[in-house]
């Protein structure tokens, strides 16, 4: 079969340092990403000196201030960078966002010394971070966790079970909520737990039907004894920030999602373009054609989805349902296409051979983490319709 290269996605950026970060992250996702990807997934390799890479060259920080060593680049530049990583290996786009998600309190709630502090070397200094809400027993419903913080003069006692932790136990600092009063949301509050505290273990991680070189922990805290200085914003707090890191966080989701849905389109247009069956490429069969004009229109549909909820964001207007509406969208548009590949390859598509039964692996994942499609459309609904109402009796 014919080597057929995919072609560059056309992208509308808005500066020429735009253009120029995108070719930077494609010729690192080509060079230094990509031609590694299968064996170290296969392996449940961790590509730590690519993180690494990302930091030096400026991409690990895009969307934060560079007075802290970020990249001043709205959220459109940033989400399209990362769309490029996951494309080239979901492991990456996922840990580029989950990092930048694990920045987001510090960011933008913590103080002004908390921020000279911290964020240059979580931005800019080779860091790595994890974002801990979830629990063995609260994941859609963050609301009702139970790691306690306890007051003990000057510092807080941290105690409990983190679940589902992209980078746990690998971590350099964690952003933790945890509760520190009543029950439900007004009782949460946000710390930064340096990833070498003590008291602090990740658990052995889980073992997962794909995206097995990114680690998914519990992180155990037991007696994690934390300065008041390291809370982020005020006492109660932290359920607030969480949510607002996360309505951003859905967007790197939906960035990774396009990006890999767009490595399986390509995958499929090359192998259906140099398969020859009953003397012609099945690219010329009609229902074949047919599948990857569906998968293209859904990814161009979900690739402006996010864009134009980063564009609402970066103007600093209201964003959530967007985010979710997009989240929800791209997520299940990379199902879908990861799917249709595996069927355009037939059982070539099944095998470890071509990259399709790993994105197909990966893709599911998209549909859970940072609330599943199921909550997505309950935020989408309240926006429409207004909160459920609460019946008892």
């Known amino acids: 079969m014919p080597d057929r290269a995919p072609q560059p996605v056309d992208r509308q950026l808005p500066t020429d340092e735009a253009r120029d970060l995108i070719s930077l992250a494609r010729d690192i996702a080509q060079r230094e990403i990509a031609p590694r990807a299968a064996e170290e997934e296969d ?17 690990l920080g895009l969307p934060y201030d560079s007075e802290y060593g970020g990249g001043d680049q709205p959220y459109e530049v940033y ?13 990456v786009g996922l840990g580029v966002s989950v990092h930048s ?32 809400l979830s629990e063995p027993s609260s994941g859609s419903d963050a609301a009702s966790l139970r790691t306690k913080a306890v007051r003990d003069g000057e510092d ?26 009543e029950d439900g949301p007004r009782g949460i509050s946000a710390f ?38 390291r809370r982020l914003g ?20 939906a960035a990774c999602a396009i990006g890999l849905a767009q490595a399986a389109l390509d995958e499929a247009v090359a192998y259906a373009s140099g398969r020859q069956q009953f003397g012609r490429p099945i690219s010329d069969f009609q229902g074949l054609r047919f599948m990857l004009a569906d998968m293209a229109t859904q990814i161009e549909a979900g690739r402006a989805l996010y864009l134009a909820a980063a ?13 979710a509406m997009a989240k929800l969208h791209c997520t299940d548009t990379a199902m879908k296409a990861t799917i249709d590949a595996v069927q355009i390859l037939g059982g070539y598509g099944y095998t470890a051979d071509f990259p399709v ?37």
């Not at 006492?235 to 790197?252: K, N």
């Not at 564009?311 to 985010?323: E, I, N, S, Y």
């Open 192 to 229: 930064l737990v340096p990833g070498d505290a003590a008291g602090l273990s990740g658990a052995v991680p889980e073992k997962k039907m794909g995206m097995k070189g990114s680690p998914t922990a519990q992180v155990h805290f037991d007696g994690v004894r934390v300065p008041d200085e």
């Open 311 to 323: 564009r609402l964001r970066d103007a600093g207007r209201p964003f959530a349902k967007q985010a």
């Open 156 to 181: 807080w006692v941290i105690d409990g079970t983190k679940a589902w932790i992209t980078h746990g136990g690998i971590a350099d600092f964690y952003t933790v909520m945890a509760r520190t009063g």
């Open 234 to 253: 005020e006492e109660g707090q932290g359920f607030a920030i969480a949510l607002s890191a996360l309505d951003s966080g859905r967007l790197g989701i």
């Open 79 to 91: 989400l399209q960078v990362l769309e490029e990583l996951a494309a080239a290996r979901l492991t």
């Open 357 to 393: 039964e790993r994105y197909m692996r990966e893709a599911k994942v998209l549909q859970i983490v940072e609330g599943t499609n199921q909550i997505q459309r309950m935020v989408i609904a309240r926006h429409l319709a207004g909160p459920e109402a609460h019946r008892t009796g």
């Open 43 to 59: 392996a449940g390799h961790f590509p730590r000196e690519i993180f690494t890479l990302l930091s030096e060259t400026g991409l």
């Open 101 to 132: 998600l694990s920045c987001h309190a510090l960011a933008n709630y913590g103080t002004k010394q908390q921020q000279v502090e911290h964020l240059p070397a979580m931005l800019g200094g080779g860091l790595l971070g994890a974002y801990c």
